[in-house]
């Protein structure tokens, strides 16, 4: 079956390291995204790409980076990690851009900033 | 902008009961998208019930359905013959058409207990 996974599942990390959160999905999906989800804010875009070299911000961008080298991955780069980026980070997919098109989502990327 | 409520942070549901957990949204848009999705203790994102903005008929999917009012900005969801495995968050989500194509909006979400 076609998927989509996250790595690490797992990750603590000290202040100012760069951390790149990979996601890899194998349904050929143009169209993929990453949010961070916090306590009390639901889920919030950070960016995200409508194909091969398209990358966009979103609502909360700002320290992070992506980018589309291919169809499947879309990895995502803190470039010096601080503490307000602990979260929960999740990619997902869909296929077209439609509002009909459901979005599929990974199962979600513990990061700790210490 | 475009906004999505959920006014219930927690609901209490005896087994085998039926429950509705609350979603209105603020949007101009014509035509746009309602999904839910369900998110159990262990963390990931499962997607449970659509509803497109000029679908006539209320969605069902099993023991979910979508009360969609148009003209209230409302999309409940009814979950019938609760089970416990169905304690987790909700979260209700909008997507729209125009230049944001493909991104969801979510709302905060509903943890729903279910109890024996």
């Known amino acids: 079956d076609a998927e989509i996974t996250q790595s690490p599942r797992h990750k603590i990390t000290e202040t100012g390291r760069q951390v790149t959160l990979a996601c890899h999905q194998t349904?050929?999906?143009?169209?993929m995204f990453w949010y961070r989800q916090d306590l009390g804010h639901g889920l919030r875009l950070i960016h995200y790409?409508?194909?091969?070299?398209?990358?966009n911000k979103g609502e909360v961008s700002d320290g992070y980076s992506v980018s589309r080298s291919n169809t499947e991955d879309l990895p995502l780069t803190l470039e010096s990690a601080a503490s307000s980026q602990t979260s929960v980070y999740f990619c997902?997919?869909?296929?077209?851009?439609?509002?009909?098109?459901?979005?599929?989502f990974g199962e979600g990327s513990w990061l700790t900033v210490v | 902008a475009q906004k999505i409520t959920q006014t219930q942070p927690g609901m209490f549901v005896q087994e085998k009961e039926a429950v509705t957990l609350d979603c209105t949204y603020d949007t101009s848009d014509q035509s746009y998208g309602l999904f839910w999705y369900k998110q159990p203790s262990s963390g990931e994102m499962i997607f449970l019930i659509y509803q497109g903005s000029y679908d006539e008929q209320n969605a069902t999917e099993g023991r979910y359905s979508l009360n969609f009012q148009k003209a209230r900005k409302s999309a409940n969801l009814v979950i019938s013959a609760s089970q416990l495995g169905d304690s987790a968050m909700y979260f209700c989500?909008?997507?729209?058409?125009?230049?944001?194509?493909?991104?969801?909006?979510f709302g905060r979400g509903t943890q729903l207990t279910v109890w024996p």
């Open positions: 790409s409508y194909g091969v070299q398209d990358t």
């Open positions: 997902a997919s869909s296929e077209g851009q439609s509002s009909g098109n459901t979005i599929y």
């Open positions: 989500a909008m997507k729209r058409r125009g230049s944001t194509l493909g991104r969801l909006y």
């Open positions: 349904w050929n999906h143009n169209n």
